[in-house]
């Protein structure tokens, strides 16, 4: 609390309650899976017996229609830091972030608010640790909109210059939202619309990851999203996932493949298997897969990780 009589320590506090707490994770109902593996910790610090690493920026993108973006992203962030690479999991969904709920963190403050605010004053690169909650030592998370209606709070460019000063320390993955329409808001003169969040992702990229769905919907979708995409980031490669692929579905991987690869240039085609009872355990748990132990999915996204990985990092990451 700032009295009136010591004003001189208002900027200082103003800050300070800008400045997200501790993230807290619920423990794990009995039977539900296993314990943490250690107690959450709160934004991780700069470890000065640990130099950072430059990593790169992974967007994960896919149309409407609940496909499977955070799930991917978030493990993808998980496998990445299971493999002892400092890793910022950030939701930069402009429709509302979900990550928090998904992991279980209850966080005060948003984080990418936080961070909005700090690149307009000019100081998130020095406090860049403050706008992460700690999920363990390696991966951290910059959690999103508590509401969809706050997108306007994210200024132009504020987004990207979170992602560059992640990316000089660590590998960024980064859940994104569906739509890619570039529309201004009129009431907003000629400020960016909403979906510029997604867009300057993608501009940030290293890597683009597209989730779609295996089913007829969702292929449908699929093949429509890539097109905009393509037009969207000048047709540069992309790793599509097709995710919840399974045989009652009436067609192989060679039949999605020789759809899909007539709508994009391909980095990569990769296949998650439709594994629900894994997924449903680690929303239940508030846990990451990785967290909830060994299963077909969580194989799957090892393999995508490989692929994603740095040339002549696959045979150092293999398990």
């Not at 910022?88 to 966080?107: E, F, S």
């Not at 994210?154 to 979170?162: D, I, M, P």
């Not at 060679?254 to 391909?266: C, Q």
Request: a negative charge.
């Amino acid at each position: 609390m700032v009295t009136d009589d010591d004003l001189g320590t208002l900027p200082a506090a103003v800050l300070a309650e800008e400045s997200p707490g501790t993230a807290v994770r619920p423990p794990t109902p009995p039977g539900l899976g296993p314990p943490p593996s250690g107690p959450p910790i709160g934004p991780p610090a700069e470890a000065p017996v640990e130099v950072p690493v430059p990593g790169r920026v992974v967007v994960v993108w896919g149309p409407a229609g609940a496909p499977g973006r955070t799930t991917v992203a978030t493990a993808l962030a998980a496998e990445s830091a299971r493999r002892r690479r400092r890793t910022v999991l950030v939701d930069a969904d402009p429709y509302g972030g979900a990550v928090a709920q998904q992991l279980g963190i209850l966080d005060e403050v948003s984080g990418l608010l936080a961070a909005a605010r700090l690149a307009s004053s000019g100081q998130l690169e020095e406090r860049f640790a403050s706008v992460q909650r700690g999920i363990d030592a390696h991966l951290s998370v910059v959690t999103g909109l508590p509401r969809g209606d706050r997108w306007v709070e994210v200024r132009a460019g504020a987004l990207e210059h979170l992602l560059e000063v992640g990316r000089d320390r660590a590998e960024v993955v980064v859940d994104t939202g569906f739509s890619l329409e570039d529309e201004g808001v009129p009431e907003l003169g000629t400020r960016p619309g909403r979906n510029q969040m997604t867009l300057g992702a993608l501009e940030v990229a290293d890597e683009v990851v597209v989730v779609g769905s295996a089913d007829p919907v969702g292929l449908s979708r699929l093949a429509r999203g890539l097109v905009e995409l393509r037009d969207a980031t000048g047709g540069r490669p992309v790793h599509v996932v097709v995710n919840r692929m399974r045989a009652t579905l009436g067609w192989s991987e060679r039949d999605v493949a020789g759809m899909v690869s007539g709508f994009a240039r391909l980095a990569g085609l990769h296949f998650l298997p439709d594994d629900q009872a894994t997924v449903d355990r680690a929303l239940v748990t508030g846990r990451t897969l990785v967290e909830v132990g060994d299963s077909p999915l969580s194989r799957a996204v090892g393999r995508l990780a490989d692929a994603l990985a740095p040339a002549g990092a696959q045979a150092a990451n293999s398990r």
